[in-house]
């Protein structure tokens, strides 16, 4: 089972670095894109009562925020993630890159990205 893990792993450590990893800087550039983006969780929103978006904000918190990943509630059980875990983290998000038709800022977005995976520190 270990192997198992293990190779999943490295196939997704693979995937990620052979499409175009991006920073939120340019993001705007890849609209309905694949991408993985890598950059820093500066703030979240946990889904309230009765409802099922959460909102993970990358290199900028809210109301400053210029980069979004937003995640249904069932989305999140299955990547197994506790967003509250990666605040102040630096993440690489993997998914297609588009923006919410009502935002007046029209501001990139990840919509249930395919991947969250968390950058360990090297010493």
Known sequence: MKHLILVFLLIFSVNCFSQDTITTAK???YMDKMVCLKGKVASFKLASEGKNINYINIDKAYPDNIFSVI??????????????DLQD???YV????NTYINDPKQLPQIFNPISIELIKERF
């Not at 993997?94 to 890159?97: A, F, S, V």
């Open 27 to 29: 993001a705007k550039e």
């Open 71 to 84: 995640i249904t509630n069932s989305y999140l059980e299955k990547l197994n993630i506790k967003i509250e």
């Open 89 to 91: 983290k630096v993440i």
């Open 94 to 97: 993997k998914g297609t890159i």
